[in-house]
């Protein structure tokens, strides 16, 4: 069982960066695909990013396509996610999960498939 563990969030002025981190146990991570989600009281969690585990193949949300970069460092069993030129609406809580898949954008359902291990969540908050 993979256990992950999200670090890096923190409080920011909208157009700032900040850079999460998801660290990870096991070795069976390195045969997963990583999504990053997240969630705001009341609406439910929704995919924003995912890398695969075969060819580093990534995935964006519109929402976040050309602000956030996400990135996974083999070496040190972390995945990343770089976020840039922050908004208020970015204001979350943000998972890291290990997936099945990271499906392309051209695939009938894009985005991370099948989570299997989540993390705790770090909280973002961006102030206008």
């Known amino acids: 069982q993979v256990q992950l563990l999200e670090s890096g969030g923190g409080s920011v002025q909208s157009g700032g960066s900040l850079r999460l981190s998801c660290a990870a146990s096991?070795?069976?991570?390195?045969?997963?695909?990583i999504g990053w989600f997240r969630q705001v009281p009341g609406k439910e969690r929704e995919g924003i990013s995912c890398?695969?585990?075969?060819?580093?193949?990534?995935w964006y949300d519109d929402s976040v396509r050309g602000r956030f970069t996400i990135s996974r460092d083999y070496a040190k069993k972390t995945a990343y996610l770089k976020m840039d030129s922050l908004k208020p609406e970015d204001t979350a809580v943000y998972y890291c999960?290990?997936?099945?898949?990271?499906?392309?954008?051209?695939?009938?359902?894009?985005?991370?498939?099948?989570?299997?291990?989540w993390g705790k969540g770090t909280l973002v908050t961006v102030s206008s």
């Open positions: 999960a290990t997936v099945t898949f990271c499906l392309p954008p051209n695939a009938t359902l894009p985005g991370p498939r099948g989570m299997q291990s």
């Open positions: 096991g070795a069976a991570w390195a045969y997963y695909g």
């Open positions: 890398i695969s585990s075969a060819d580093q193949s990534t």
